[in-house]
């Protein structure tokens, strides 16, 4: 119980020290108001393939094709995206791979900074994965 603690403190302070995202358009005031757009749909054998040619999971590709997409986003509206980097929450799967599989949720959040500003879609794919397997690590 001791360790929990003191790793929580620790996980804690980690939060409140992270610097602030850079301002981008994204930012802006709390409110009610949101948008969304939807792709074509994309096929998860596809997504599934991705993964295991370059050894990311399902969550790296689609995480690596967000990060893409709000660069996209962000040239169209005039900004310079090199080396941006934006911070996400992400649900991170908490079993072990070898429990059985059972209802209900066990799952954490972790803030994953997004490469953004990385235009090639594997190298991009390559730095995110090393990001999350270090947060997993």
Known sequence: ?????????ASLANLLLLNPDP???LKGALGVRKRCAW????????????????????????LTAVA?????????????IGGLNLRAVVPVN??????????????????LSLPVGINDPLARLRELKLRMDTIKG
């Not at 908490?94 to 803030?111: I, Q, T």
């Open 1 to 9: 119980a001791i360790k929990m603690g003191v790793e929580g403190t």
């Open 23 to 25: 301002p981008t358009p």
């Open 39 to 62: 792709s074509a749909p994309i096929p998860l054998a596809d997504v599934k393939a991705v993964g295991k040619v370059t050894g990311g999971t399902v969550n790296d590709v689609l």
């Open 68 to 80: 893409g997409a709000i660069g996209r986003y962000l040239r169209t509206r005039g900004e310079t």
């Open 94 to 111: 908490l079993r072990p791979p070898d429990e059985p599989l059972k209802l209900g949720n066990a799952f954490g959040l972790v803030f």
